[in-house]
């Protein structure tokens, strides 16, 4: 990203804090003199209460602006959108104050409740937006002169990319944020006039080195109609990397109602983002993580040491045993389990597992495991770590995954989320035991990507229990 001066998320969080800071002392200082009726009298500032209000209510204020999403790039939002989003949180915010504390307040009247509550709604509301909206304006004055721009690729060479560039680029009225980086060329000779602006960087095939190389932050496919075909397999490709696609619509997409619009001045563009959940959902999706991970480290300790003390007794070699997956955007990481296998069951290659009783590498202790799924109990560990979590697709190795990729290349979308320890696929499915298999399951973690929310989760964590209690693996 091309920056000067950029406006980094610790600002944001500092003049939260510095808002919600001032709203309370101000807050404090009129219950005082307006609501208790106290004269004034210096050694208010030396009250013990409002040095703790001053430093407990800010801090809860930002934890509650974190776990709703408030901390995101503030170059790609919107002010208008930003106001309803402040005014909601903190309508919510103050109601909860009102009950917590404003409700213990010795008053000589219900309205003494109401003007409490109204001002400090008026005070919170009033310093944090206002204090957002020149945070806001003044990222949007960066990208209007330059100064800010995400590393953009260009995917197409025809006339419909020309253009879209000369939008883009060439128009004395507002810079979109792109800084390009170059052309991605999808059929034929491309335009000349292009390639006087842009440089030629390659063919589709070439676009993953290409976005490593040039830092890529934002692709537009400007692809002719009769190109169209491909773009599946842009998206494809792209699947795995955190980059914000952008799609030129045609007449069909605007009539379906898939182009939206943050910005009346913006080019038609159909947005694609990393991001599948709101990132409200998201911190909370971490935190129930870290949280039941946590708790159930702790109560299945003793049924881990069972395990373990069978394990060890099922055959030789280790009891915990590691093997490299590959998790959110293709990074590797270890997995762990507990050993069902006996060693060196893999001398002549990666194999999938068979259906219970058929596959003799698989202990006899290995087998009761396997069918009841305690041999991933240890992969708590790895949701405790941020490797996995509680739900998300099952990871694989990367042996399978370059089978997978070139019979089914949208396997590369499961790579846009953290895999979990259950999953829909697991739910609905279950354990595959060859490639054709492997992609039945993948439809329905497609299907959980497409529809990823807390109570999606919820429900697949439930039907899980439902799987372990039937004692359906293998």
């Not at 939260?16 to 106290?38: G, N, P, S, T």
């Amino acid at each position: 990203m091309r920056q000067s001066s950029k406006i980094n998320l610790p600002t944001l969080v500092f003049f939260d804090f510095l808002a919600a800071f001032l709203a309370w002392f101000l807050f404090h200082h009129y219950r005082k003199y307006f609501i208790e009726l106290q004269p004034f009298d210096a050694s208010q500032y030396y009250d013990q209460n409002l040095f703790l209000g001053l430093l407990v209510f800010p801090i809860g204020w930002l934890i509650f602006y974190y776990f709703t999403g408030t901390y995101t790039d503030p170059y790609r939002k919107s002010r208008l959108f930003e106001l309803f989003t402040t005014l909601l949180q903190c309508l919510i915010g103050v109601l909860v104050l009102f009950f917590l504390i404003i409700l213990d307040d010795v008053v000589n009247s219900y309205r003494s409740y109401y003007q409490s509550t109204l001002t400090l709604f008026t005070l919170q509301f009033g310093l944090t937006f206002f204090f957002r909206y020149l945070i806001l304006s003044t990222a949007k004055r960066q990208l209007e002169n330059g100064r800010v721009a995400y590393n953009t690729l260009l995917i197409g060479g025809n006339q419909k990319a020309l253009n879209l560039y000369k939008e883009v680029t060439q128009k004395s009225r507002i810079e979109l944020g792109y800084n390009f980086v170059g052309f991605i060329n999808t059929n034929g000779k491309p335009q000349a006039e292009l390639t006087q602006h842009l440089q030629e960087l390659g063919r589709i095939e070439n676009i993953k080195e290409v976005c490593s190389a040039k830092a890529v932050e934002e692709v537009i496919l400007a692809v002719e109609t009769s190109d169209h075909h491909r773009i599946n397999e842009i998206i494809n490709l792209l699947a795995d990397r955190a980059v914000v696609l952008k799609i030129i619509p045609d007449m069909y997409d605007i009539l379906s109602g898939s182009v939206k619009m943050n910005n009346v001045m913006d080019t038609l563009l159909i947005e694609i983002y990393p991001d599948l959940m709101p990132p409200w959902q998201k911190k909370l999706k971490r935190l129930l993580d870290i949280l039941v991970s946590t708790i159930l480290l702790i109560l299945l300790l003793p049924l881990y040491t069972y395990i373990a003390f069978r394990v060890k007794r099922s055959s030789k070699g280790p009891i915990i045993y590691k093997q490299e997956r590959i998790g959110k955007n293709g990074k590797p990481f270890n997995i762990l389990k507990f050993r069902s296998m006996y060693v060196d069951a893999e001398k002549d290659g990666p194999a999938l597992s068979q259906s219970d009783g058929q596959d003799p590498r698989i202990t006899s202790w290995g087998r009761i495991m396997r069918k009841w799924r305690l041999d991933e109990l240890l992969q708590f560990y790895n949701v405790l770590t941020g490797d996995m979590s509680l739900v998300g697709p099952r990871p694989e190795r990367q042996y399978y995954i370059d089978q997978l990729v070139k019979i089914a290349p949208e396997y590369r979308h499961l790579h846009k989320v953290q895999p979990g320890i259950t999953s829909l696929g697991m739910v609905k499915f279950g354990y595959a035991s060859d490639l054709e298999e492997m992609v039945e399951r993948m439809k329905y973690d497609l299907v959980y990507i497409e529809n990823m929310s807390l109570l999606m989760d919820f429900k697949v964590m439930i039907y899980t229990v439902v799987v372990l209690y039937q004692g359906q693996g293998k």
